[in-house]
Every structure is written in structure tokens, then in C-alpha cells.
């Protein structure tokens, strides 16, 4: 396959186009045909070197992705082949938040493309497990684009926030808050609905 990787630390200018193996899942693992992937600004962190993370070079950036499974290892069961996927962390499974569902607060979850090889590339493998199904209706595309960030701000506005239809809210946060704030107001425009961002 071909991938996009980085042999030393810098600018954009550091990255190549390259061939390399294809990835082979083992027990428990599954390969996935990329089909969109998502910068996040850790890809440029890692890259740059700013990171608090280490990088093994040459690394395969590309932590945000959603694709097709091409192939799954042995004693694989919550994923098969043209499965649409999309990336989620890589949970520990072994502490106490994996062992009551709440993988997602796991305090040693890796990520795709930072410890391990991410999905700048034509292929991407990791543990079956980590994997969710893309829902009918939403392209690959966007189920790339929701992982981190989208999931980040709706966590803050839905969630914790309680925005809800016809309500008023304000954001002056990141990018991400802005951004489904917008798309918030574009959803649920109303004479009384408002969204001021500032
Ligand atoms: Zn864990």
C-alpha cells in the first residue's frame, strides 16, 4: 500500500508519499480500507515534535478515520469483512472503566496514528474492538470528522451544556465549540433560537 509518512520531525514539507507493507491483522485485530481521515492538531504536534507524546519515525499519522474492513485476525467477533467502521480509541480493557463500559474515560487509551501507525495511508489495522460502525445515512466523510472534534463539542454543549432547540447559548471556546454551535443554529433556526458566538 502507499501511506503518508514522516522520517524526521518538522514541517509539512516532511511528509512523503510512500510505499509500504500492507498491515496483517493478528488474533484479534482487523484491517481497515481507509476511506476518509481527519487532521487533528495532534497530527501536526506529532509531526513538529511538540507533542508531550514520543513518535517512533518513520510514523503514519491520521488518528480520525472511517473505512471498510478488508480483513480480520482470528477470535475477531464484533467486526467483518465490509463492515463501515470508524476509528475510536484503543481502550486498555483491563482497567475499571473498561471492565464497566466506560471505555471512554480508560486513563491508558491509545490512539491510532500516535503510538501506533494512524490512517495517512491506503490501509490501517488495530484491534477489532476499537472499531464502531458508521450508521446508514452518514457518509464516510463525516463519520471521519465527528470522532474527536464533533464529539468533543457536542459532549460540551448537548451534554453538559444542555443546549437544547429554541434555547440561547454563547461560546467563545475553540474551533470545534464554534463549529457545532454553527451547525447547531443551522439545524434549528427559529425566531426565537439563537446561537451568538463571540
Ligand atoms: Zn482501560
Known sequence: MHAVRFHELGG??????EAVADPLPGPGEAVVRVRACG??????????GTSRFPVALPHILGMEFSGEVVAVGTGVTTAKVGDRVMASAIPCETCRY???GRDNLCPEARHYGVLTPGAYAGYVKGPARS????????????AAAIQIAFG??????????????FSAGSTRSSAPVAGLARRWKRWRTSPRGVCSLR
Do not use: Q
Request: aromatic share 6%; charged share 20%; net charge neutral.
Open 12 to 17: 509539512e514539507d516532511r511528509l512523503r508519499y
Open 39 to 48: 487532521v487533528n492538531h495532534l497530527d501536526l504536534d506529532l509531526r513538529s
Open 98 to 100: 473498561c471492565r464497566t
Open 131 to 142: 472499531l464502531l460502525p458508521v450508521p446508514s445515512g452518514l457518509g464516510f466523510e463525516g
Open 152 to 165: 468533543t463539542a457536542w459532549h460540551m454543549l448537548i451534554v453538559k451544556g444542555g443546549l437544547s432547540p
